[in-house]
T-cell receptor, first 112, second 113 residues
Framework: QQQVKQSPQSLIVQKGGISIINCAYE??????FPWYQQFPGKGPALLIA?????SEKKEGRFTISFNKSAKQFSLHIMDSQPGDSATYFC???????????FGGGTRVLVKP | DTGVSQDPRHKITKRGQNVTFRCDPI?????LYWYRQTLGQGPEFLTY????????KSRLLSDRFSAERPKGSFSTLEIQRTEQGDSAMYLC???????????FGPGTRLLVL
């Protein structure tokens, strides 16, 4: 059972453009939603995270939008740079310190 | 470097052999997690420890898999009688109790021939 569905699988964006990645979850007990960035040969690194009591969180060029009623959340990467080329994973967990359930990942390529 | 470390980084083994991986968490992190990631997929949870206690195991973790964290510091993941389907990246993460952020290590890439 895939509890977190992520789309698209891959994305190509021009330098300076906006990358948008969407995730949908099924388990209403989830209350923590992080996004991880992974470069080839490396482990995932936390990018930004949100809890369902807010609808949007922004950190630098990265913004999470959260829609609790639709059980959906998305990552927006503004002013995309070639260094942002990586695989991005959304995830969810039921509470702090619990296991993470990951989406399938989105490979983002930013063309110069 | 005070991040999560894993050893070895790469392991090639023949089907049927046993392998053991080690994870050293960030100092003072009392929670330690193991995940498995196959090519093109997101990490899947295997098991986690709070201090030395193993609190949860995934149904993905067959009887051939065993994990330990004997003194609440480093952890080992052993796979007995490896199968080709065990080929994957094995990721370790750690966190402070009741803190959300899990910090991942670089992973151990296993190839079973």
């Amino acid at each position: 059972q895939q509890q977190v569905k992520q789309s698209p699988q891959s994305l190509i964006v021009q330098k300076g453009g906006i990358s948008i990645i969407n995730c949908a979850y099924e388990n209403t007990a989830f209350d923590y939603f992080p996004w991880y960035q992974q470069f080839p040969g490396k482990g995932p690194a936390l990018l930004i995270a949100i809890r369902p009591d807010v609808s949007e969180k922004k950190e630098g060029r990265f913004t999470i939008s959260f829609n609790k009623s639709a059980k959906q959340f998305s990552l927006h990467i503004m002013d995309s740079q070639p260094g942002d080329s990586a695989t991005y994973f959304c995830a969810a967990s039921k509470a702090a310190g619990n296991k993470l359930t990951f989406g399938g990942g989105t490979r983002v390529l930013v063309k110069p | 470097d005070t991040g999560v470390s894993q050893d070895p980084r790469h392991k090639i083994t023949k089907r049927g052999q046993n392998v053991t991986f080690r994870c050293d968490p960030i100092s003072e992190h009392n929670r330690l997690y193991w995940y498995r990631q196959t090519l093109g997929q997101g990490p899947e949870f295997l098991t986690y420890f709070q201090n030395e206690a193993q609190l949860e195991k995934s149904r993905l973790l067959s009887d051939r898999f065993s994990a330990e964290r004997p003194k609440g510091s480093f952890s080992t993941l052993e796979i007995q009688r490896t199968e080709q389907g065990d080929s994957a990246m094995y990721l370790c993460a750690s966190s402070l109790d009741l803190k959300e952020t899990q910090y991942f290590g670089p992973g151990t890439r296993l190839l079973v021939l």
